[in-house]
């Protein structure tokens, strides 16, 4: 489940929209010696604009108990600003992604 945290780390409530609950996909490579699970979290938005850090808790759901479940670890983004500024219509989207790594290769 993911979380909108502050600096100090207090969750705010009604931060995120979007699928917050997500299952994981198990994307383990053949003879891996550990697994490998990611959590697609693919329409999150924060609603407000600030300085955070998204949390992320993982639980344990058993098949034959899915009333139940056990908090395994949890992992936190780094830190995320939102501003509210226009986005040049040339720097949407995948258009932004190509952008931003030529001017790394420019760099």
Request: proline share 3%.
């Amino acid at each position: 489940m993911a979380f909108l945290v502050t600096r100090e780390g207090n969750i705010v409530e009604g931060g995120l929209s979007g699928t917050t609950s997500v299952n994981g996909v198990d994307v383990t490579t053949a003879g891996a010696s550990r697994t490998t699970i990611h959590f697609p979290y693919t329409d999150l938005a924060i609603l407000a604009e600030g300085v955070y850090k998204i949390r992320v808790d993982v639980y344990k759901v058993a098949f034959d108990n899915p009333d139940g479940c056990d908090f395994q670890a949890h992992a936190k983004s780094s830190r995320v600003t939102v501003v509210n500024e226009a986005v040049p219509a040339e720097l949407d989207g995948t258009s932004a992604a190509q952008e931003l790594r030529a001017a790394d290769e420019r760099a």
